[in-house]
């Protein structure tokens, strides 16, 4: 008796790891998965903080191109025309478009900067963009909704 039990849990042993085991899927080429950002995703803006100063010492720099890309790992950005590629940092109210629209908007929804806008920074003035504050830095780019106090 003991050897067909023996025998039968064997069997049932074998069937169960063969029944447990899966083919590998494969998985598509890296050219196959997609890398677009879809058309309706958000641009995403870095908040600035609330009670912000602006520091008087002049940029290194007299102009800032925006870069405003969905796909990025970081959104929005302004290159310098020394080359630097500032992070930009928003007011809360300003918002993103999307990834078929880069742009930003301001709380009343007008285009504030597209991609590929420059922005001048004056010699001995604070910069504005349609009006609002902007505080430059030597790595950082703030747009506030109203002036620094």
């Not at 600035?48 to 008087?56: F, K, L, M, R, T």
């Not at 630097?84 to 900067?113: C, K, N, Y």
Request: contains cysteine.
């Amino acid at each position: 008796m003991r050897l067909p039990t023996l025998v039968l849990a064997t069997v049932c042993l074998g069937l169960a790891a063969c029944a447990s085991a899966t083919t590998p899927t494969p998985s598509p080429p890296p050219s196959a998965t997609p890398s677009s950002t879809p058309a309706d995703a958000a641009i995403e803006l870095r908040p600035a903080p609330a009670n912000i100063g602006c520091d008087a010492v002049p940029a290194p720099y007299q102009q800032v191109t925006f870069r405003i890309e969905a796909a990025a790992s970081v959104q929005v950005t302004a290159v310098a025309d020394t080359g630097a590629v500032l992070r930009t940092f928003w007011s809360v109210g300003f918002r993103g478009g999307r990834a078929a629209d880069p742009v930003i908007r301001d709380p009343a929804g007008q285009v504030v900067v597209a991609n590929g806008d420059v922005l001048v920074i004056p010699e001995r003035d604070w910069p504005r963009l349609q009006g609002y504050f902007v505080c430059p830095s030597n790595d950082e780019l703030y747009v506030l909704l109203s002036d620094p106090e």
